[in-house]
């Protein structure tokens, strides 16, 4: 079946540090990477995504490459804010026939500091 | 568009209490699905619906748990009786149909706190 997994946190980091977060997948087929952000005592919103080996999202200044070579999808922000704390949740979405169906890891809390 | 509307934002109720959350999804979108997010087992798909039609209600937790869409702008989930175990985050989400070209992104309301005492 399908999975994902990412790293556990919390990451705790400087401002104006470099982040990594790292996320690996298992999935049969083609499917959809993404990463979803949670502020506090919000619902998830969709932070980035990439449909194909080698497509680079990027918003934000958060920048994941889609690496079928490594089944991995990281993370990356080169400065760090404050408000950049949040948890992060990396997800594949693959065709089940009955319609797409997200697949997310356990998310990664990010708290930066000053 | 005003996104993905949930309500009640916040709900506390009593074990045995019949609970009912509510879900406007995004206007036009074909999918909605219904999510719990709980700090022990993380963000748990319960149900999801294409054109009103549950497809997958394999991650509903037992029969306590009911959900329907009664038209394309609506969607309740229900859980009666309810039980302090069933404390969590509800979000309900939607999106737009892939094969007709639409995106695979799943857009998330705000989410309903619940409290079962």
């Known amino acids: 079946g399908n999975s994902v997994t990412q790293m556990e946190g919390p990451v705790t980091l400087s401002e104006e540090a470099f982040l990594t977060i790292n996320c690996t997948y298992t999935?049969?087929?083609?499917?959809?990477l993404f990463w979803y952000v949670q502020y506090p005592g919000e619902g998830l919103q969709l932070l980035l995504k990439?449909?194909?080996?080698?497509d680079k999202g990027s918003n934000k200044g958060f920048e994941a490459t889609y690496r079928k070579e490594t089944t991995s999808f990281h993370l990356e922000k080169g400065s760090v804010q404050v408000s950049d704390s949040a948890v992060y949740f990396c997800?594949?979405?693959?065709?089940?026939?009955?319609?797409?169906?997200?697949?997310f890891g356990t998310g990664t809390q990010l708290k930066v500091e000053l | 568009d005003a996104g993905v509307i949930q309500s009640p934002r916040h709900e506390v109720t009593e074990m045995g209490q019949e609970v009912t959350l509510r879900c406007k999804p995004i206007?036009?979108?074909?999918?909605l699905f219904w999510y719990r997010q709980t700090m022990m087992r993380g963000l748990e798909l319960l149900i999801y619906?294409?054109?009103?039609?549950?497809?997958?209600d394999s991650g509903m937790p037992e029969d306590r748990f009911s959900a329907k869409m009664p038209n394309a702008s609506f969607s309740t989930l229900k859980i009666q009786p309810s039980e302090p175990r069933d404390s969590a985050v509800y979000f309900c989400?939607?999106?737009?149909?892939?094969?007709?070209?639409?995106?695979?992104?799943?857009?998330f309301g705000p989410g309903t706190r619940l409290t079962v005492l």
């Open positions: 990439a449909t194909k080996a080698d």
């Open positions: 206007s036009g979108h074909d999918y």
């Open positions: 989400a939607s999106s737009l149909d892939v094969l007709a070209g639409g995106a695979d992104t799943q857009y």
């Open positions: 999935a049969t087929g083609y499917p959809s």
């Open positions: 997800a594949l979405s693959a065709f089940t026939g009955g319609g797409n169906k997200l697949t």
């Open positions: 619906f294409n054109n009103n039609v549950p497809i997958d």
